[in-house]
């Protein structure tokens, strides 16, 4: 996986705005995946990221980019427990939930609807989206309750992703990209 794609689709958790991103990569063989994982650790997890796959098969990976200070805070909110709770889950801790996460995406060809609490999304948006409530809007995420803030929030992302993109094909390397947390 080029840091080209991973710059394309993990820039404001890079740039520390955003606890998570994930995104599809191609991979050659379980080898070859396990070293760029680890190639990117070594260089993001002195900036307080990690990498890890969420799900590898048939040459495509599903790989999870999170700073782990954020997501406890996130997974510690009420309302993220809650959720947790009655998908399954038994919130003992970070580890404990991804590892849910992973066997509950490795028994179903779809995302669980609680993925978004790992990506940083509000919980009542992932509540809505979970109920099928009518969304008000739509941007990075189904917003179902504070619209204002979400497009704060989309703003945000959209201008870190262009200033990314744009720094990373100028030369600007990984490693100075990421923010440190």
Same mark, same amino acid.
């Given at each position: ?48 990221? *990690? =990498? ?5 098969? @048939?040459? /495509? ?8 200070? !954020?997501? %406890? ?8 427990? *809650? =959720? ?5 889950? @038994?919130? /003992? ?8 996460? !992973?066997? %509950? ?77």
């Amino acid at each position: 996986m080029s840091d080209e794609i991973l710059v394309h689709h993990c820039a404001p958790t890079l740039a520390g705005l955003k606890t998570a991103n994930m995104f599809m990569s191609d991979f050659d063989d379980s080898q070859s995946l396990r070293c760029e994982i680890c190639r990117l650790n070594r260089i993001l997890g002195r900036k307080g990221l *990690r =990498v890890i796959p969420l799900k590898a098969e @048939n040459g /495509k990976a599903l790989i999870y980019i999170f700073r782990p200070e !954020r997501l %406890r805070r996130d997974l510690r909110r009420r309302e993220a427990e *809650r =959720v947790l709770r009655e998908c399954g889950y @038994n919130c /003992k801790g970070m580890g404990s939930c991804l590892s849910h996460l !992973r066997q %509950r995406l490795g028994e179903s060809g779809e995302f669980p609807h609680e993925i978004g609490l790992f990506l940083g999304y509000p919980p009542e948006d992932v509540c809505g989206f979970i109920q099928h409530r009518k969304c008000i809007m739509t941007g990075f995420w189904k917003v179902y309750s504070d619209a204002k803030g979400a497009e704060k929030k989309f703003r945000q992302y959209r201008k870190c992703m262009e200033v990314y993109k744009s720094r990373h094909a100028a030369g600007c390397p990984l490693e100075k990209l990421a923010v440190a947390s």
